[in-house]
Every structure is written in structure tokens, then in C-alpha cells.
């Protein structure tokens, strides 16, 4: 049995059907919540689905400022080196 930290509500929960890190709803108030302990069974709010996302926006930003390749330069040392007669 695990207490809900938004309302309080037991939670009835098998601690060996669960996992920490797993995800729960809370049937009382409807707030996710993470296991964050089996032992004794414990409980936390789940981050926010909005806060991973900003972080996984901030991680694009830096993969985004290398420099890019022009691969146009390529194609036409290609054609120069294969010879084609017009």
C-alpha cells in the first residue's frame, strides 16, 4: 500500500508488479506518479511530460550548430572525373 503525496489517497499497489522508475496515475486525483522506492513502496509526483521536452529542444539546439557539408561541390567534381563526352 503507497500514499498518494498529491492527495493523500492510499494506492493500492503490488510492489512486486511494479518497477522504480515506473509510472502510475492516481485513481483518487489523477496525478502521475513515479515509484521512486519498492521497499518500503513509496511514491513521488512524475515530471512533467512539458519539462522533457524543453530539455529535449535545448539537446536539438546543440547537435544544430556544426557546420553543414555543401555536397553540390561534389557532384560536379564527380561528373568532371567520369569524363562525360557532350
Known amino acids: 500500500m503507497?500514499?498518494?503525496p498529491e492527495c493523500d489517497a492510499e494506492i493500492e499497489v503490488d510492489e512486486f508488479d511494479v518497477d522504480?522508475?515506473?509510472q502510475l496515475s492516481c485513481p483518487e486525483c489523477g496525478s502521475n506518479l513515479e515509484?521512486?522506492?519498492l521497499a518500503p513502496l513509496e511514491l513521488d509526483l512524475a515530471p512533467d511530460d512539458d519539462d522533457e521536452d524543453e530539455e529535449?529542444?535545448?539537446d536539438d539546439d546543440l547537435e544544430g550548430d556544426?557546420?553543414?557539408e555543401d555536397d553540390d561541390?561534389?557532384?560536379e567534381d564527380k561528373d568532371?572525373?567520369?569524363g562525360w563526352d557532350e
Open 56 to 58: 529535449d529542444v535545448d
Open 35 to 37: 515509484v521512486v522506492a
Open 80 to 82: 568532371e572525373d567520369e
Open 73 to 75: 561541390d561534389d557532384d
Open 2 to 4: 503507497a500514499t498518494c
Open 20 to 22: 522504480k522508475g515506473d
Open 66 to 68: 556544426g557546420e553543414k
